[in-house]
Nanobody, 123 residues
């Protein structure tokens, strides 16, 4: 099992910045992707930013140029720096990790989620 513990989040005015951090612990061997999703009230959960298995950052269109994600594999952490926040960024943000375990011909995929942290941007 993998545990994901998030920190950061909170209340900020529009135009402000916040940083979210997530640390993975437990059986972290095999984690190849880490990133962040978010869910606003009444909306489905959406991918915000993720670091792929080849360490390429991928962002959803609405956050490009404002958010930056990076991963430190040695520490099993992923961080999301959020700048120029807007009220539409208000949501619960979830840390995500994917692990691939097993031989190539029979690999199993496991997905893990943090407990979520609230980000509120006031106008």
């Amino acid at each position: 099992q993998v545990q994901l513990v998030e920190s950061g989040g909170g209340l900020v005015q529009a135009g402000g910045s916040l940083r979210l951090s997530c640390a993975a612990s437990g059986r972290t061997f095999g984690i190849d992707r880490m990133g962040w999703y978010r869910q606003a009230p009444g909306k489905p959960r959406e991918q915000v930013a993720i670091v792929t298995e080849d360490y390429r950052p991928v962002y959803t269109e609405s956050v490009k140029g404002r958010f930056t994600i990076w991963r430190e594999s040695a520490k099993n952490t992923v961080t999301l720096q959020m700048n120029t926040l807007v009220p539409e960024d208000t949501a619960v943000y979830y840390c995500y990790a994917r692990a691939l375990i097993g031989p190539v011909e029979r690999v199993n995929e496991y997905e893990y989620w943090g407990q979520g942290t609230q980000v509120t941007v006031s106008s």
